[in-house]
T-cell receptor, first 110, second 116 residues
């Protein structure tokens, strides 16, 4: 089993739709979780950190389910500018190194 | 404040030549990471530095790859005898390394390496 797994997509959604991505991780000792977005031919940028059961930032909500070992990202009222690849990132239990998922591609359609 | 910077932004080299890629992390960040990303692929971890500790080199694909970090700040990734499969974008990231936001990584714009 991969350390971090994501559905590669692509997810094609109309503007204004709500879309959710899931990410599963294998190491139960993982403590820190992040979502990054990466635009085409650009570097990844930190979107949200998830340190407890979840948090919300505007249209974006991240949730953590430790029992089932997954985190989710919910995007409400999708905008064209949300089109990107969303990377799930997990800290490997107490160690500085993190593992990046391969990403979920989102395309918001007019 | 200033973000992570990398140079050069693009590098074209002939097979067999050595290249050096540079990374300037965010001031005050003690952790520094190198990744590479081939076209359409995910991030591949290469090496990680934390303060004065021995670096984690577990991701380096061969002994042609090496990296150093001088004075706990600037880092150089060196690829010797480049091969065509080394063509990729090389990304550097830094993080605070301490506290609740220790693992939040901030990336530079990358160096696009093309080996001909």
């Amino acid at each position: 089993r991969k350390e971090v797994e994501q559905d590669p997509g692509p997810f094609n959604v109309p503007e204004g739709a709500t879309v959710a991505f899931n990410c599963t991780y294998s190491n139960s000792a993982s403590q820190s979780f992040f979502w990054y977005r990466q635009d085409c031919r650009k570097e990844p940028k930190l979107l949200m950190s998830v340190y407890s059961s979840g948090n919300e930032d505007g249209r974006f909500t991240a949730q953590l389910n430790r029992a089932s070992q997954y985190i989710s990202l919910l995007i409400r009222d999708s905008k064209l500018s949300d089109s990107a690849t969303y990377l799930c990132v997990v800290n490997i239990g107490g160690y500085q190194k993190v593992t990046f998922g391969t990403g979920t591609k989102l395309q918001v359609i007019p | 404040g200033a973000g992570v910077s990398q140079s050069p932004s693009n590098k074209v080299t002939e097979k067999g030549k050595d290249v050096e890629l540079r990374c300037d992390p965010i001031s005050g960040h003690t952790a520094l990471y190198w990744y590479r990303q081939s076209l359409g692929q995910g991030l591949e971890f290469l090496i990680y530095f934390q303060g004065n500790s021995a670096p984690d080199k577990s991701g380096l694909p061969s002994d042609r790859f090496s990296a150093e970090r001088t004075g706990g700040s600037v880092s150089t990734l060196t690829i010797q005898r480049t091969q065509q499969e080394d063509s990729a974008v090389y990304l550097c990231a830094s993080s605070l390394g301490l506290g609740t936001r220790a693992y939040e990584q901030y990336f530079g714009p990358g160096t696009r390496l093309t080996v001909t």
